[in-house]
T-cell receptor
Framework: GAVVSQHPSRVICKSGTSVKIECRSLDFQATTMFWYRQFPKQSLMLMATSNEGSKATYEQGVEKDKFLINHASLTLSTLTVTSAHPEDSSFYIC?????????FGSGTRLTVV | AQSVAQPEDQVNVAEGNPLTVKCTYSVSGNPYLFWYVQYPNRGLQFLLKYITGDNLVKGSYGFEAEFNKSQTSFHLKKPSALVSDSALYFCAVRGVNTDKLIFGTGTRLQVFP
């Protein structure tokens, strides 16, 4: 149980375009979801916390207008990278709290060319 | 503020030998501690967690960890390493009054045949 499905696994987009990443909880209701960014050979950096039906809470230094997070239902949270640039290229991972633990999506490799 | 330290960027061990991946934490109150493993271009897989109770926690794939409150440590161990254990390992902590999970910088485990 407690599976989170993240799509797409890989995406390549042109600079200036927007990309949407979806994270779905398959067999439970995810009241809270988290979005992380991981640079090569580095740790996971928490970008924001999204709660169903309310605005996301962004960590310090994360541009909320660039990284739009929507959590409109208990099973779906989306991260949209707007006007993407090469420096936004990274590995993005979603996570949902579940009981006393957390379950993670399989990640999205974003490459902006 | 809560934080996690993984002092070793890489740990090398021969197959069949015991392995230890170190983790220390700083948090107010009683911590929730986690270990995750990540394979290339994948999300995080849960290994084990400590919430309360017995200080020795047994997890997936033969891994275990010992919670040491006096040393604020939560080292990951395995009696006999396998080549397939080679991956990136993350320690994480969640403090009281928050649902955010904060990660250490990760330790790359390399098991040699």
């Amino acid at each position: 149980g407690a599976v989170v499905s993240q799509h797409p696994s890989r995406v390549i987009c042109k600079s200036g375009t927007s990309v949407k990443i979806e994270c779905r909880s398959l067999d439970f209701q995810a009241t809270t979801m988290f979005w992380y960014r991981q640079f090569p050979k580095q740790s996971l950096m928490l970008m924001a916390t999204s709660n169903e039906g309310s605005k996301a809470t962004y960590e310090q230094g994360v541009e909320k207008d660039k990284f739009l997070i929507n959590h409109a239902s208990l099973t779906l949270s989306t991260l949209t990278v707007t006007s993407a640039h090469p420096e936004d290229s990274s590995f993005y991972i979603c996570s949902a709290s579940y009981g006393e633990g957390y379950t993670f999506g399989s990640g999205t490799r974003l490459t902006v060319v | 503020a809560q934080s996690v330290a993984q002092p070793e960027d890489q740990v090398n061990v021969a197959e069949g030998n015991p392995l230890t991946v170190k983790c220390t934490y700083s948090v107010s109150g009683n911590p929730y501690l986690f270990w995750y493993v990540q394979y290339p271009n994948r999300g995080l897989q849960f290994l084990l967690k400590y919430i309360t109770g017995d200080n020795l926690v047994k997890g997936s794939y033969g891994f275990e960890a010992e919670f040491n409150k006096s040393q604020t440590s939560f080292h990951l161990k395995k009696p006999s390493a396998l080549v397939s254990d080679s991956a990136l390992y993350f320690c994480a902590v969640r403090g009281v009054n928050t649902d955010k999970l904060i990660f250490g910088t990760g330790t790359r485990l390399q098991v040699f045949p």
